[in-house]
């Protein structure tokens, strides 16, 4: 058995099938951890969630931004962009078993492996949350998502505000700061307050500011976390760390890690993508 994390996805579907054929996948055999953004931007996101659907198990998505934003789409509370590419999914004729499907899935996975922890995020974690935090927050969010009250959800879940945790954060503002966090952080301030208005590198951190993960101090510091979100930071590797949107919609590459017999042990793969949208 092969244990795989992949990054951002965006509905490019012929890449996912051209990296899963690379690096040999079997359903009956690995496991492949997919960062979230499994829609959006590319040219076929309702053939990326079939296949996912269809590989339930084996292949195991986390949400993104983009994800989150094709459910307020399809509940009417988000406008589609001119950049959106989500009618594959919005007018299928399998709409809503997509969307259910996608509404089943968590913000934050982890996995044990050769007694490691690996943490799964599609875009960050503020400072003040441990390992075991991100995952019972993020079951905050997939509790409400697989609930009632989705489309109030959706309706209030947009916004900058608070831009920072406290514990003693309660309803809408709580989820919020979860969902920012989780799906759009890149930087943040040493006190752990968010920035959204660069997507720069990490190289051109604004005054002040910090990636997310190297503020000191950083409660999950000693997990090994693995994301996406982050095109213009592409492949970073570290021992405790991982980045893996290397870019794919926009040219670039659909990226893989294989984890050896440990986690220390990784190979990247990847299979060059064609351009799906011109960045900017």
Known sequence: MALYCIGDIQGCSDALERLL????????????????????????SAAVLRRCMRLDGALRPLLGNHDLHLLAAAHGTRRASRRDTLT??????????????LCQQPLARAHQHAGERLLMVHAGLLPAWSADDTLALAEEVQAVLRGPGLPQFLQAMYGNQPDRWHDGLQGMERLRVIVNALTRLRFCSPAGVMDFD???????????????????????????VAFGHWSTLGWLNRPHLLALDTGCVWGGCLSAVRFGA???????????CPQAQQPG
């Open 21 to 44: 054929a690379h690096i040999g996948f079997s359903p009956s055999r690995d496991t492949v951890y997919l960062l979230g953004d499994l829609v959006n931007r590319g040219p076929d």
């Open 88 to 101: 594959s999914v919005l007018d299928a004729p399998d709409r809503n078993t997509l969307l259910d499907w």
């Open 198 to 224: 660069s997507t720069e590198s990490a190289a051109q951190a604004p005054a002040g500011l910090l990636p997310w993960f190297d503020v000191p101090g950083r409660r999950s510091a000693d997990t090994l």
């Open 262 to 272: 440990t986690l220390a042990e990784r190979e990247l793969c990847q299979v060059q």
